[in-house]
């Protein structure tokens, strides 16, 4: 972390920036797109199109997966604010600190932080369990919906009846497959696909809290959370209580 100038600090590092607006966008793609496979009978869609959409839902997803997995990595070997230490309501003292900071909400003087305040960080734990969770579901549904990896070769193999080559079977034709298999995958499939579901709807929720909070700590800290996860730099009016006493890149 570097001290600039009189109250400004760099505290977010580039991989952390480029996690987070990737992760924006992604999961905002797969939002859209989740909500028109959810929605595909109601929107009148052809169970071809149904499949398109799946399709793209999950290269989509690879993607999100793969930037949550560069996340935790950074979470162990990134700089100080992008350690798991910093951002998760892990650390000794937590509880203390969390009192602190609601009591001087209260007094209208509020602490102020260069990683996550408590709160915060008890919403970005929130948040990467929710998104965890969509990634290892997804993930299983890649296979059982389209036979894509990494489980989709064992699902097809699992699904084919004995003479038809396991590659040669088709997303959502059912016409090639061995009946109780099939049967036996999608009972084995269901509480992932409810996993995906709930969690899905949980995230939309934790996704708008997370947004409010943002909004209303901008207004009253005035810590310029939006534009520090552009930048990287935070101004704050005073000096922030997470200040590392040996500052690291």
């Known amino acids: 972390m570097q001290h600039i100038e009189a109250n400004v600090y760099r505290v977010w590092d580039r991989g952390v920036r ?6 924006v966008v992604s999961v905002l793609a797969l939002v859209g797109t989740g909500l028109v496979i959810y929605n595909g009978k109601t929107l009148g869609i052809s169970a071809d199109a149904k499949v398109m959409m799946k399709e793209l839902h999950v290269w989509v997803g690879y993607l999100f997966a793969l930037n949550l997995a560069w996340r ?3 979470g162990f070997r990134g700089s100080h604010f992008a350690r798991w230490g910093a951002v998760l309501p892990i650390g000794r003292g937590y509880l203390g600190e969390l ?15 260069l990683g996550h305040n408590p709160l915060g960080q008890l919403m970005v734990l929130l948040l990467f369990i929710l998104l965890f969770a969509q990634a290892i579901s997804g993930l299983v549904l890649a296979g059982t919906d389209l036979y894509y990896p990494p489980l989709g070769s064992w699902i097809a193999q699992w699904v084919a009846p004995a003479g038809v080559d396991p590659a040669s079977l088709l997303p959502g034709d059912k016409s090639m497959v061995d009946a109780t298999a099939w049967d036996e995958m999608r009972a084995f499939r269901q509480p992932f696909i409810t996993t995906h579901v709930q969690v899905f709807f949980l995230l939309l929720g934790a996704i708008v809290l ?3 909070g943002v909004v209303v700590a901008e207004i009253r ?8 996860m552009i930048t990287g730099y935070k101004r704050l009016p005073e000096k922030p209580v997470d200040l590392p006493e040996e500052p690291r890149e």
């Open 18 to 23: 480029w996690f987070h607006w990737i992760n």
């Open 99 to 113: 009192g602190a900071y609601l009591g001087s909400l209260r007094s209208g003087q509020p602490r102020h932080y």
């Open 210 to 212: 997370h947004v409010a």
């Open 72 to 74: 935790m990595v950074q």
């Open 221 to 228: 800290e005035r810590v310029c959370l939006v534009s520090s």
